[in-house]
């Protein structure tokens, strides 16, 4: 980001209106009637038991935004809004929209967590609020939504038939990977909070008589063995190296020899500078944990050769955001 000059720099310090005024229309659930129909904002306030004004307010900005379509004082859904806004599309966004609403009170505090290195976040995913755990989970449900399907189709995971999916939440790449894999068998393993998100996506794709899950809290417990291939997604980031340690040796302990052992992060470039979602992601990392962070390529795959994983490599798999996978295999 090079370029810089007064009008971008002021267009991105107040982007969060435009962040603020998205996620009110998620919260109150104003896209799934106007997907249905166009309805005048007076309409939408009383079924929503909104104030008049403040609906016709946000109604309008989101009209500016071109999420509404506004025609002779009524409002309607965009067909994008409709489609991943609206609660009753197979395809909602809301939940990861929740999510980064959950986020943004610790955000506003990045400054205290940079001078402090203490974490500022009061909530954290699996925490008694069923909102916020829900919002978490579906969430990276609806991000591996959009990447599952592609890294299922760019990894050859032929004759490997028991996988396990540790840290799996909703399972969606257990899913992916039984659906490319038809032989495949997979072990969703993650904390019991989980259980319940799980059975019911693996149920929607029809795939219970193939994914298991398994209820582990895997930084204190161990993990189940026999398989053939495991795959870490989005876990690492959320640990200091030691963590990260721990978590590898016990993954890899699971797999049978000539094992495959599997991470997918937002990876980092060596220098640590770039690309940007990876290092913004870390500043989130650092306002949520005491030791979490993003990880460069070299220092992932130098964790996997101290897990024991040789022929280490980075898997060509074109992702959004700085998304990556790096793999390694487990001696016999």
């Known amino acids: ?39 005048s904002a007076d309409e939408l306030a009383t079924r929503l038991s909104c104030d008049p004004r403040g609906m016709e307010t946000l109604l309008n900005a989101l009209s500016a935004l071109g999420l509404l ?17 609206s609660r009753t599309s197979p395809e909602y966004l809301g939940h990861i929209i929740m999510h980064h609403h959950h986020l943004l009170p610790s955000w506003t505090r990045l400054d205290q967590a940079v001078a402090t290195g203490v974490p500022v976040r009061e909530s954290v995913a699996y925490e008694d609020d069923a909102s916020v755990r829900e919002s978490f989970l579906m969430g990276m449900f609806n991000l591996a939504m959009q990447l599952a399907p592609r890294v299922a189709e760019g990894l050859d995971l032929k004759g490997r038939k028991r996988l396990l999916d540790l840290g799996g939440g909703p399972g969606t790449y257990a899913i992916h990977f039984c659906l490319q894999n038809p032989e495949m068998f997979a072990v969703i393993c993650d904390l019991p909070s989980t ?24 930084d204190t417990e161990e993990i189940p063995g026999g398989f053939d291939a495991a795959w870490l997604s989005h876990i690492l980031h959320g640990e200091g190296p030691r963590g990260c340690a721990t978590i590898l040796r016990k993954a890899a ?23 940007l ?15 979490g962070r993003s990880y460069s390529q070299g220092e992932i795959s130098a964790m996997l050769e101290e897990a024991g994983a040789r022929d280490i490599r980075r898997i060509p798999l074109e992702l959004p955001n700085g998304a990556g996978a790096i793999a390694g295999t487990i001696p016999g």
Do not use: H
Not at 8 to 32: D, I, M, P, R
Not at 69 to 85: C, D, H, I, S, V
Not at 262 to 270: A, G, R, T, W, Y
């Open 69 to 85: 379509e506004k025609r002779n004082a009524r409002y309607g859904a965009t067909p994008f809004a409709a489609r991943f806004l």
């Open 277 to 291: 979602f990876p290092a913004l992601f870390s500043l989130n990392m650092l306002v949520g944990t005491t030791e």
């Open 253 to 275: 302990a699971a797999l049978n020899p000539g094992g495959l052992l599997m991470v997918q992060e937002f990876i980092l470039d060596d220098t640590k500078d770039r690309p």
């Open 195 to 218: 259980r319940k998100f799980a059975e019911e996506t693996v149920g929607r794709f029809n795939l219970s008589d193939r994914i298991s899950f398994e209820a582990r809290d895997f």
């Open 1 to 39: 980001m090079n370029d810089w000059n007064v009008p971008k720099l002021l267009e991105l310090s107040g982007s969060y209106w435009n962040v603020c005024t998205v996620q009110a229309g998620v919260k109150l659930n104003v896209f799934t009637p106007l997907a249905e129909g166009a309805l």
